[in-house]
RNA sequence: GGCCCCAUCGUCUAGCCCGGUCUAGGACACAUCCCUCUCACGGAUGGGACAGGGGUUCAAAUCCCCUUGGGGUCACCA
């Protein structure tokens, strides 16, 4: 009678709906079940390398499911963006959305979707159905303004808020709710006992009985809970192990109550702890925001800077907290305001040129550990020993400074033709300038020049935007250690030559020389010899001043060969007269 | 606040389950030195932890209890 008042309907019985045809297999399956977003987050993706690592290991399957029940977020077409960052950290799925890698090889499908929980609110439904028959469900009337009531009513009582059964609505109530057009939602009737959390990593603890409450597992728009459908599709997905973050700890209850009053099977757990920022709180996607909110106030910015966010962004940003804005936006703030955004979801650290394995091995890492003082290892090692037994009960907190350690390590142990090859991957990527305006030569040569000084892909390119300059535009930074190079505003001993008489004296010198590493070597080297008392240094610093702009670039010669012979020689000049102004 | 969980160097951790082999090991970071055309890389050396208090025991980082601190949860979010 009451599926009358049901959004959704049952359209005959779903192969899917029977559960337990199957005989119990012994190859464990494993899932992955985030809500729809463009980016993965470093926290779940941990989760789904354990998840991804524990099945494979075991000849077992990895499957990817979206929790997409709440109709309040989105779903457009970047709701699976975080799929990409699976596939790029090697972390593929054997069910779930269908993906296509971009070596043109398919992951996902399977024959117990659809993957996507909104698709499947008619299965659903018919479990609803079955609970309520059995009566361990039951439709609930309240408003939300009466659940207000109640909720303030217990914590005037220093209690916890517990919904339970309030009685069948009479007649009245019925005519009443129907005319004001309310419509129920399904709660679940908790069983009035302890409940056992079963749980491999953090141990088995009871929860005392009352702690669980009648919930809500039908919401009014006819979506499933959370709890609700989690149940159902760890059940008909073959589910057989669920390792989640530590958050859902208490919500097992819940879980493993409805499992027994739908009488399916119960998965093993784990609960993992979350992953820490250095200063103890949540690592989360609001970091991002925070960082450049405080950038705005130190600076006292009042309006969007040139070409970075719209006015009307600007403003809902400034207005509300809880407004973030979007990740290009953010990008271009920072650029703007020159703060560095902390890298949070995968993509971040890709586009900051950390290689997927080393982000793997780390992430692994935090939470768990092979033992032996083993801290070095790939994802097959991985797969061959994670078992739930040495996972660590305890918080890690992101240590990006040991991150970008091991990726160094990484680098360094790259072949040549490794480096340049995921250089330049990296560099169609995120650096496209770089490969628009470098010659396949100048490419090769920054290569080189940078290969054993680069801890990640990107550093190539992010620590030589002089590169980018034209020989007109490129500015001399105005500080102590260009100051210093050039000899300017230092007495200097009498007779000794300044940084800037060096300059000028290898001004000639450089015209006169072959553009060749050893050439440009051997030249300076003799100059020094003559005329710096043999210090190399102060006749190159001088020089990389010139070509580069800053006291830092890769060595002198490859970095006079990167900019050119015309180039270089113009930089000379435009540096001599910028120094002569100066002091 | 109720309920639940957790606790080793600054950080990630080994050791803990099965007490002695632990004057607690490794890695990152830090300090000093070496190398050096800058920045890095690399090499050497060094400081650095069992949260506190009670037990149990011949013996406790390891077992038990309490305190303190941290975290999670208490939604028609997941």
Known sequence: MRASTWVFCIHGTLPLMDSNSEPANSSPVTRFAPSPSGHLHVGGARTALFCWAFAKGRGGKFVIRIEDTDQKRSSDAASVGFLKDLEWLGIRWDEGPVFRAPDGSSVGGGEHGPYFQSERLEIYNHHIARLIASGNAYEAWDSQEELEALRKEALGRKEAFRYRFRGEPSAEDRARFAAEGRVPVVRFRAKLAPVTIPDEVLGYTVLPEGEVDDFVIRKKDGFPTYHFAVVVDDELMRVTHVFRAQEHFTNTAKHVLLQDALGFRRPVYGHLSII????????????????????????????????????????????????????????????????????????????????????????????????????????????????????????????????????????????????????????????????????????????????????????????????????????????????????????????????????????????????????????????????????????????????????????????????????????????????????
């Open 276 to 583: 820490k920022n250095p200063d103890d709180s949540k690592m989360s996607k609001r970091d991002k925001d925070k960082v450049l909110r405080k950038a705005v106030k130190e600076q006292g910015i009042t309006a969007p800077p040139e070409s970075t966010v719209s006015v009307e962004e600007w403003t809902a940003w400034t207005a509300s907290d809880a407004v973030q804005l979007s990740l290009e936006g953010a990008i271009r703030l920072a650029d703007a305001l020159r703060v560095q955004l902390p890298e949070i979801n995968v993509d971040d650290f890709r586009r900051s040129g950390y290689l997927p394995e080393v982000i793997c091995n780390f992430l692994a890492l935090n939470g768990w550990s092979p033992g032996h003082d083993v801290e070095k290892f790939d994802n097959e090692f991985l797969k061959e020993r994670f078992g739930l037994d040495r996972v660590l009960k305890t918080p890690a907190k992101f240590d990006r400074v040991k991150l970008l350690a091991f990726n160094t390590d990484a680098m360094n142990a790259m072949s040549h033709e490794e480096f340049v090859a995921r250089c330049r991957a990296h560099a169609e990527a995120f650096r496209p300038e770089y490969l628009a305006r470098l010659t396949p030569e100048q490419f090769a040569r920054l290569m080189t020049a940078t290969k054993e000084r680069s801890k990640t892909l990107d550093e190539p390119f992010k620590s030589n935007a002089f590169l980018l300059e034209t020989n007109e535009s490129l500015q001399f930074k105005d500080d102590k250690a260009v100051r210093k190079a050039l000899g300017i505003g230092a007495t200097s001993e009498a007779g000794a030559k300044s940084g800037l008489d060096h300059l000028r004296a290898m001004r000639s010198i450089l015209e006169q020389c072959e553009w060749t590493h050893d050439a440009l070597e051997h030249a300076a080297n003799a100059y020094a010899t003559d005329c710096a008392g043999g210090k190399i240094g102060s006749v190159a610093q001088p020089l990389r001043v010139a070509v580069s702009g800053t006291t830092v670039s890769p060595p002198i010669w490859d970095t006079l060969l990167l900019v050119g012979k015309p180039g270089s020689l113009r930089r000379l000049d435009r540096c001599i007269e910028w120094a002569v102004a100066l002091r």
